[in-house]
């Protein structure tokens, strides 16, 4: 760290900045400002940067994270949705000039013209994700099949437990199904609500997902895949036999695809790997070829 740089990951640090720019934490935006350095290294660890590195941060806030990153030589462009906030990133990280900061909502800008990547360069992900926008987020970057090496970001622990789950387990859902559908994730720590300010009510979790070059599944129809996850963890307590028919099928065309899938009729989805859904997906697909 250098040393004319105040750490801002620091209670006093944190409020000083805060009260200098008469900041509050904004509610509607699901702000909580990090002021725990050892999450902050948790963190930048987590995504094994390295000067050759670009780096997208999700809400950079008044840059706690942003400078962990860009001290590992790393170029960091950060996008935050909090019109107030590029000035105040202006002055605390001023002593950074692989820093570039981006007024805009993640979810409506172009991310490769934003960063201006290369031909064939990827990029990491980091980010302290809002809680309450958490999964938009994360399936956006993912569904739209970015060049995107590794996603770092710290969540709600129960969605940190959801995006981590196995088959046969009460976390495991939709959300699981996708995430791992286009990743390797792995729970990283946990970070209690003292980490922050103000304190949340919840504990926090760091997940590290690993983009998968190919799929962790390999459905013919990947749209007709994800209409039946979506169904299938519609209402969790029913068996696929029952809960398919929101994808608008009828119970003996979903009687033919499990069986043709082997799987039992009082199945859950819960009880389903990724390969499991692929297959259903592919017998569902093979039913309909047929008509």
Known sequence: MNATIPVIADPAVTRRILNAFGLRARKRLGQNFLVDASVVRGI?????????????????????????????????????VDRKLPAVLAQTLRGYDNVTVVPGDILKIDIPETLKLENGERFKVVANLPYYITTPIIMTLLEQRLPIERLVTMVQKEVAMRMTARPGTKDYGALSVAVQYFTAPRMVTDVPPRAFRPAPEVTSAVVSCVVRETPGALPADEKL????????FGQRRKTLLNALTAAGLTKDAIRAALAAAEIGENARGEQLSLEAFARLSDAVGALHAQT
Do not use: K
């Open 44 to 80: 930048v660890d987590a995504a094994e940067l390295t000067a050759g590195d670009t780096v997208l941060e999700i809400g950079p806030g008044i840059g706690t994270l942003t400078q962990g990153l860009a001290e590992t030589g790393a170029r960091v462009v950060a996008v935050e």
């Open 225 to 232: 895949f994800f209409r039946l996850i979506r169904a299938a």
